[in-house]
Nanobody, 118 residues
């Protein structure tokens, strides 16, 4: 059974940095795209960043230039490097994976809380 475990959330000050990690297990992830989504209180879940099997990336406009995404295919892991954090980045962050369409992912992590204070 496929399982995604996301870790690394916490509290940061505005302008600071955090790194989130996602570990995938229980399946073959060759060819899968992976990504991050977030959900702030009272808002719908939104796309943050994605990385495909070959390393091509895409970011939401709100995080472009501040966040970076990487993956290690040999270890089935993915990271989100969040820099220049803003209070509006506060949300529960979820890693996700899908063999075809990461914007509608089949697999989700359990979520990790990120809080940014002003």
């Amino acid at each position: 059974q496929v399982q995604l475990v996301d870790t690394g959330g916490g509290l940061a000050q505005a302008g600071g940095s955090l790194r989130l990690s996602c570990a995938a297990s229980g399946g073959t992830f060759r060819g899968y795209a992976m990504g991050w989504f977030r959900q702030a209180p009272g808002k719908e879940r939104e796309f943050v960043a994605q990385i495909n099997w070959r390393g091509s990336t895409n970011f939401a406009d709100s995080v472009k230039g501040r966040f970076a995404i990487s993956r290690d295919n040999a270890k089935n892991t993915m990271s989100l490097h969040m820099n220049s954090l803003k209070p509006e980045d506060t949300a529960v962050y979820y890693c996700a994976a899908d063999p075809q369409n990461i914007r509608s992912p089949r697999y989700w992590g359990q979520g990790t809380q990120v809080a940014v204070s002003s």
